[in-house]
């Protein structure tokens, strides 16, 4: 007896170690099952993901922190930026514009573990266990392995079936193996009320649903975000041009006081007169310092939102001020009433609210069911196999089988009452949220299309202001050169130059910026894989 202790029962446990280490080292690697979520992940995306939506592109996750030597490598050896590579740049590496990606990618990962819950599961255990008991000693190995599968119906009829197939050997002096199958069925199908798996149907539908608005949500986002990286870039380089009036007309005036010294020397002009003349000079240096702390300042912020360090040595690109410039400004060829129907159409934060007025819908369809009498069809069936460890052989004539009613009388009805009149609320709070937003959305077409008309006179205003604050300039140096030039006069004049030249590129970038936000918030605005964008009509 001591000897079949000894012998036996480290083979028993020799045998568990070894089945558990098989299966320990056939398991996936962390690596390879971030690998199977990211395809199932991004299957489910690319599957709901329709052409209306825009372009399929820059929604994939990135699991590490962008590296100092990958942000260098994204900036140009020049340091010069353009408007294309700051789009890119910001849609690579922005923080926000990476959060949003990570939503996306977990709203699907959510349904993949709902979906999961339908799908074949297979399931294993092993056992080993050495029992002495006055003397007498057994050792046991068991192990289960099978496969379990749920249905479900748009209707609520919900099935689950599995298979097993049970192993189990006792090692004493006399060793005694069985090895048999059973087969499990459960059905269980509504005929009064919101029973069976209406409700996990309604779970299982909402998920689905649920990935579709946040593809929606995050393609409205995706336009938002190019709007702003393009509009903010031009706001930049409005802040670079007005340094570089504020540093011109400081030059000019550096000339123009230095022209009234040489008058006071051949004495033309009394000392005083060159004092108003200093005075400005110094007004207009302290301008050029304040345009230099906005520039940078707003260069940096802008670093920051391209994900850049704030001590990148960049510069945004000043050609694409001036290609602006050449373009000019024009109206949309589009109406109002006809821009505010493309909205309602194409708008996709507008698809999603009423596709959640319709969700709010079918709840308030279930809880009106959950009222009343429950009933309940339920059905069941356990097949075993042949003996003498034949599993392969199921004896159906000899299986167990049910088939009865289930019933849930209302007696207390509470809970449900108050689920019905929750589910009443909510549906009118989803459709005057969806009256709401259709207004706002209209609002949005209506006042970008003001500003765009606004910004559009405002242009061709501030560019009549330019022309003549530069010949009201040249009409004082002119008379002062001549000796008949009021220098008040002339310093008001430059004054006025620099604010026009001021005021003409703020017009052109708010008439863009307008431009943008019209088509953003019609619905034809579509980013492309580049992260650019194109309007579209179709």
Request: hydrophobic content about 40%; some cysteine.
């Amino acid at each position: 007896m001591v000897w079949r202790f000894r012998f036996v029962s480290p083979i028993c446990l020799l045998l568990g170690i070894t089945v558990i280490f098989c299966f320990v080292s056939s398991c996936s690697s962390p690596e390879q099952l971030v690998d199977e979520a990211d395809e199932e992940a991004y299957k489910i995306i690319e599957t709901k993901w329709q052409d209306s939506f825009g372009q399929m592109a820059n929604y994939k996750i990135r699991d590490t922190v962008p590296s100092e030597e990958e942000i260098a490598e994204a900036i140009p050896s020049s340091g010069i930026i353009s408007l294309e590579q700051a789009v890119a740049i910001a849609t690579q590496f922005n923080r926000d514009y990476q959060s949003r990606r990570e939503s996306l990618y977990l709203s699907a990962l959510d349904l993949s573990l709902t979906r999961h819950d339908y799908a074949k599961q297979w399931f294993g255990t092993f056992d080993a266990e050495y029992l002495n008991s006055g003397g007498s000693e057994n050792n046991t190995l068991s192990s289960e392995v099978g496969v379990d599968q749920a249905f479900i119906t748009a209707g609520g009829i919900i099935a689950n079936a599995g298979l097993s197939i049970d192993w189990t050997r006792f090692l004493s002096g006399d060793p005694y193996s069985t090895l048999g199958s059973v087969l499990n069925a459960n059905v269980t199908a509504p005929l009064l009320g919101r029973g069976g798996g209406k409700t996990a149907w309604e779970n299982l539908t909402q998920a689905e649903r649920n990935v579709l608005y946040e593809i929606r949500s995050f393609n409205r986002y995706r336009k938002e975000f190019v709007v702003s990286i393009i509009s903010e870039y031009y706001r930049v380089l409005e802040q670079m041009k007005n340094l570089e009036v504020n540093r011109a007309s400081y030059e000019r005036q550096i000339d123009t006081t230095k022209q009234l010294k040489m008058q006071v020397e051949v004495g033309q002009l009394a000392p005083s007169e060159v004092f108003e003349a200093e005075q400005e000079l110094l007004r207009a240096e302290n301008s050029v310092v304040s345009a230099e702390q906005s520039y940078a300042q707003t260069l940096d912020s802008f670093k920051i939102t391209l994900s850049l360090p704030t001590d990148a040595n960049i510069k945004l690109d000043p050609n694409e001020l001036v290609a602006l410039g050449n373009v000019g400004v024009e109206l949309p060829e589009y109406t109002v009433e006809d821009s505010v129907k493309m909205a309602l159409e194409r708008r996709l934060d507008l698809a999603n609210t009423r596709d959640r007025l319709d969700d709010s819908g079918r709840k308030l369809v279930l809880a009106a069911e959950g009222l009343g009498v429950q009933l309940n069809l339920i059905g069941s069936a356990s097949v075993d196999s042949t003996e003498k460890t034949d599993f392969t052989r199921l004896r159906f004539h000899e299986g167990t089988y049910s088939l009865g009613f289930e019933a849930d009388l209302p007696f207390d009805q509470k809970s449900e009452r108050n689920a019905y009149r929750e589910a009443l609320i909510s549906l009118q709070q989803r459709q005057r949220g969806y009256e709401e937003e259709v207004e706002r959305a209209k609002l949005d077409v209506r006042q970008e299309y003001r500003r765009l008309v606004e910004t559009t006179e405002s242009y061709r205003i501030q560019k009549m202001g330019v022309e003549l604050a530069r010949k009201r300039v040249e009409e004082q140096r002119l008379l002062l050169e001549a000796g008949r030039g009021i220098i008040r006069l002339l310093v008001d004049s430059e004054n006025a130059l620099v604010r026009a030249e001021n005021d003409l590129t703020g017009a052109l970038v708010d008439h863009v910026t307008a431009k943008m936000s019209f088509f953003r918030d019609t619905g034809i605005l579509a980013v492309k894989p580049d992260g650019m964008w194109e309007q579209r009509t179709q």
